[in-house]
């Protein structure tokens, strides 16, 4: 049974950062991506970033292009999210995912209907 477990969430003011870590039961690459998604209260579920740990390829939501970053480290155990330049619309609840959707259907990539695997969350809070 696949596990995937986040840390590193918490408040900051805006203008500050955070990094996200997401400790998997299986190494980073035995899946064929993995990804960063958000849930704010009342909204649905987006996508923030993809990563295809096999070639390296990352995908981002608009939202967050030039301020977030996803990264795996060098032992591919560990999934990350710098978030830099944090702001007040950035607050929700971030999930961690893994095997999406293959890299050619690029209108599929931040959905999250499109992944098997699920962390249980950590809460970032963005105050003004």
């Known amino acids: 049974q696949v596990q995937l477990v986040e840390s590193g969430g918490g408040s900051v003011q805006a203008g500050g950062s955070l990094r996200l870590s997401c400790a998997g039961s299986?190494?980073?690459?035995?899946?064929?991506?993995m990804g960063w998604f958000r849930q704010a209260p009342g909204k649905e579920r987006e996508g923030v970033a993809v990563?295809?740990?096999?070639?390296?390829?990352?995908y981002y939501a608009d939202s967050v292009k030039g301020r977030f970053t996803i990264s795996q480290d060098k032992d591919k155990t560990t999934l990350y999210l710098q978030m830099n330049s944090l702001e007040p619309e950035d607050t929700a609840m971030y999930f961690c995912?893994?095997?999406?959707?293959?890299?050619?259907?690029?209108?599929?990539?931040?959905?999250?209907?499109?992944?098997?695997?699920w962390g249980q969350g950590t809460q970032v809070t963005v105050s003004s």
């Open positions: 995912a893994a095997d999406g959707p293959p890299p050619y259907y690029r209108e599929y990539i931040l959905q999250a209907r499109r992944f098997q695997y």
């Open positions: 299986r190494p980073t690459n035995s899946f064929n991506c």
């Open positions: 990563l295809y740990p096999g070639g390296g390829a990352t």
